[in-house]
């Protein structure tokens, strides 16, 4: 493990001071979404969050009252500048995905760490079944380099611990976190348990190739008996990325597939902006949400865990953090692209209460721990772990 100046040690003091190094809204990215959710829960917690965006040269820069600086991927001076204002914190948190920074697969990254005088714990949103030489060569010095690497499944510490040169000593899991809706009235019930109103299915999140909405699509035009009918809403814009490369081909594809299934009348596409606390209530109104992703190799998925935090039951495509979380009975597992598959999976879940209700209370039972307070708690436990690190870095 890499130790740091004593000059950054903690005193022991419950509040600290903690660098947040990230993408940053208003970028649209899961990673800028979890750390401004993060730094605002450690926020909460009393502690001190300074805010270093990375910008990767071609958004307005950001700097204000919740960013204090930013790293402009490829520049020298800025890299110097991000690393001087991090060093003045307790610890920081780096979130880490290959393609947020400069450099071939996001290699500056390692240059930013090195000239950081402050513990580091990097928070790994991606760990390659099967990476390229370099990414896991960078991956593997990323690791050297933390005071503590922070993964949020047993599949990524698995992944990590078994296909890579790390010291598993240095790995902790600690969950996504996730808002939780309103507490509910005792009594309250779901609608759809008491038969009052129509299944509604969701999917939210970035729109784009490979999110598997297409097979769903078709597994609704197989519950076309079904009364009442099923519902099902897409929910959210074409990813910025998808968007300046493509347009919106995919979301076009889909609506036709709706066309040509005869479901468009079933099929609702709402690219409506929702803050955290209206998309919460929102997830939280629908029957069962559905991810028909088609990785087999996500260990991370910031919408499996907003959709268990809010109490909803999950159908999922067998991708390996959905196995891990929906174990318990919080949903079901289906295999990737199979339209029928998913159809018998949501047949079972709208036509039986008792299921319905059961996955509910388990994904209820689920929510807590997963809250962006019980997060941050963890994190800033973290922090207190490395109030040890006292000897100087070899650079």
């Not at 890499?2 to 993408?23: C, E, I, Q, Y």
């Not at 270093?52 to 820069?61: M, S, W």
Request: charged share 20%.
């Amino acid at each position: 493990m890499p130790t740091h100046s004593s000059s950054h040690a903690f005193t022991g003091a419950s509040t600290k001071r903690v660098g947040m190094l990230s993408t940053y809204p208003p970028k649209l990215c899961g990673l800028a979404t979890f750390a401004a959710a993060l730094t605002l829960a450690l926020r909460d917690l009393g502690h001190r969050v300074d805010v270093v965006r990375i910008n990767d040269g071609t958004e307005p820069a950001s700097v204000g009252q919740t960013v204090v600086s930013e790293l402009i991927n490829g520049s020298t001076a800025s890299m110097r500048n991000a690393a001087a204002t991090l060093s003045r914190c307790d610890a920081v948190i780096i979130q880490h995905e290959y393609g947020i920074f400069g450099g071939v697969d996001g290699d500056e990254v390692l240059q930013l760490l090195d000239a950081l005088d402050a513990p580091a714990i990097v928070v790994l949103h991606t760990v390659p079944l099967v990476p390229s030489p370099h990414q896991k060569e960078v991956l593997e010095e990323l690791c050297a380099r933390a005071a503590r690497v922070v993964v949020m499944t047993e599949s990524a510490n698995d992944r990590l611990c078994s296909s890579y040169d790390v010291d598993a000593r240095n790995v902790a899991v600690v969950p996504h976190g996730a808002a939780l809706p309103a507490a509910e009235r005792p009594g309250d019930t779901p609608a759809e348990v008491i038969g009052v109103a129509p299944p509604q299915l969701l999917t939210w999140g970035l729109l784009g190739p490979g999110k598997g909405i297409e097979h769903l699509i078709d597994a609704v035009a197989l519950l076309g008996d079904l009364r009442p009918r099923v519902r099902y809403t897409v929910a959210g814009v074409t990813h910025p990325k998808v968007f300046a490369r493509d347009g919106d081909v995919y979301r076009h594809e889909l609506m036709r597939r709706t066309w040509a299934s005869g479901v468009a009348g079933s099929v609702t596409f709402d690219d409506t902006y929702r803050n955290v606390s209206r998309l919460t209530r929102f997830v939280a109104s629908s029957s069962v949400v559905v991810l028909p992703y088609d990785s087999r190799d996500q260990v991370t998925s910031g919408v499996l865990v907003d959709a268990i935090a809010a109490g909803r039951p999950v159908i999922a495509t067998a991708f390996p953090h959905a196995i891990e979380l929906l174990a318990t009975g919080a949903g079901i597992v289906v295999p990737h692209g199979d339209p029928k598959a998913m159809a018998d999976a949501i047949r079972m879940v709208v036509s039986d209460p008792d299921v319905l209700a059961s996955m509910t209370t388990e994904a209820r039972r689920l929510a807590p721990s997963l809250s962006w307070a019980s997060v941050a708690t963890r994190y800033a436990h973290i922090c207190t772990e490395l109030d040890q690190i006292s000897e100087p870095v070899a650079m």
